[in-house]
Each structure stands twice: as C-alpha cells, then as structure tokens.
C-alpha cells in the first residue's frame, strides 16, 4: 500500500474500505459507502442514503436499483418520454438534483431533495453520463440550473433551522398538522422560524447558490443527451 506523503497514514481503494456485503453503484460499479441517514416521521420512514464515491451517484440503500434500470430510471427508453425525461428530437433532456452539489454537501441529510421516503435516484454529471452510456446515449451538455438550485438551496437552508425538514410545504399541504410529527412544541417553534428565517435564507441561498453555479456545483442539474 502507498502511504500518503503528508499524513503518512496509509491509503487504501474503495475495494479495500468496503464491507464484503457493500451493493455495487449501477452506474460505475464501484462499492457503495453510507452517507447520511435522514429522519422520518409518521409515514415519512427513516432511510439510509449509499453514495459512489468514485462517481457521486445517491441512491436508497434499500432501493438501489441495477445498472440497467437505474439507467431507465434516469433516461427513460432512448429518444422516448418518461416521468423524467422529455424528448427532444432523437434525444432527451433530464433534469435532477446533483449529488455532489454545494447544497447537498452543506446539508447533508438535510437537503432538500433528499425527502424521506423518495426512492429516486440523484446523479452527478459523471454518473448521468456513464448512465447515459448504458441507454446508447451521449451527454452532450450540462446546465446548471440557477432558479431552481436557489429554490433547493432556500429549502435546505430552512430544513438545518426547523425540526421538521420541508416544514412549509409540508404544513400547508396538511400532510403535517399541529401535534402531529415531533410534537406541538416542535411545530409551533417551526412555524416562528419559518416565518422570521424565510427572508434572510432566501437572500444566502440566492448569494450561495449563485456561487456554486459559477463553480459548477449547482444543486440542480439538466443533462442533455443523444444517441451515441
């Protein structure tokens, strides 16, 4: 094994550091390591969320899906329409949170697109293009979408405050009500919070995320791909 030249600690491959039982990435085949476990509540289950950290891809650990269909999960049948996808001429256009995005490393278990109980995958620019492989396609382009990053960005800003993550959406639709997930007290402090923190979260998620744009680690992303 090399050893690192500044630490001198020694240094192993992610074939070495994975358990004999670690599920494999479907997009480069590499072990899959746990990264965050996100809280759930009521029917809202708790999950623990695997990410490649060869290629970035996030997956369910509970639902990783295999090579070839977390390649139909993300494209669709090549040049068709799914739930993700939309043709556009012989090709199609996706777009999905990014994985190795500034939000979701700020956030964590707390980003936003990771809500308990969605089972959906959430590539990077890496993975979608080797995903993209396994459809016969080739990613042409990568755009990073500011409005809808900065709209990811204020809700994970929001979820590190409150107790409840997606408090707002989640309270107006009536999914949660008072007394209810973690308690009266918790609501009740989470809608004070909400309503004083709204503004000033928004104003650091437009300044953060627009920053992580320009870095090309926006949170959300729009991969456009063709037949190869």
Known sequence: ???????????????????????????????????????????????????????????????????????EELFGAAGATNGNAAGVMDGVVVRAPNSVSFQAWLGAENWAALRPGDRSLKPSPRSAELLAARRGLRVTKVRFLAAAGMASMWQTLLNLLTFHRDFASQATSGNLRPGHGKGLAAYVIDVIVTVLAAVPTAIIAVVLEGAAVLARRGGVIEISAEPS
């Open 1 to 71: 094994m090399a050893l690192g030249r500044a630490s001198g600690r020694r240094s192993v491959s992610l074939e070495e550091g994975a358990g004999p039982s670690a599920q494999r990435c479907p997009a480069c085949g590499e072990p899959l390591f746990a990264w965050v476990e996100t809280e759930g509540w009521g029917p809202r289950e708790d999950q623990i969320i695997d990410r490649c950290e060869n290629c970035g891809l996030t997956v369910d650990r509970n639902a990783a899906p295999g090579d070839l269909d977390a390649a």
